[in-house]
Nanobody, 126 residues
């Protein structure tokens, strides 16, 4: 059983930066990929970024491409989301999720992940 804990959220002005961390423990050797999702009030949870262990392939949603960067240590024990040029519309609870790989087809869907963290709040003021 993999446990995920997010940290690094907070309040930042538009144009600022934050770096989120996702720390994994317990059975992490089976982790194939990790993703970040976010959910704003009244909206569905949406894909933000993902990184695979093999070759560290990354993928981003169009809304964050060029502003956010996902990275990790070699074992995916800690995964980071560097968020630059933040906008008020980036305000949301951010969740990391881990996939064992059996349902992973690119990382953009919630159903591709097996474990989820509790989330960390990011608020961007205008």
């Amino acid at each position: 059983q993999v446990q995920l804990v997010e940290s690094g959220g907070g309040l930042v002005q538009a144009g600022g930066s934050l770096r989120l961390s996702c720390a994994a423990s317990g059975g992490t050797s089976s982790t194939y990929a990790v993703g970040w999702f976010r959910q704003a009030p009244g909206k569905e949870r949406e894909f933000v970024a993902t990184i695979r262990r093999a070759g560290e392939t990354t993928r981003y949603s169009n809304s964050v491409k060029g502003r956010f960067t996902i990275s990790s240590d070699s074992a995916l024990n800690t995964v980071y989301l560097q968020m630059n040029s933040l906008k008020p519309e980036d305000t949301a609870a951010y969740y990391c999720a881990a996939s064992r790989g059996s349902r992973y087809y690119g990382g953009g869907g919630e159903s591709e992940y097996d474990y989820w963290g509790q989330g960390t709040q990011v608020t961007v003021s205008s």
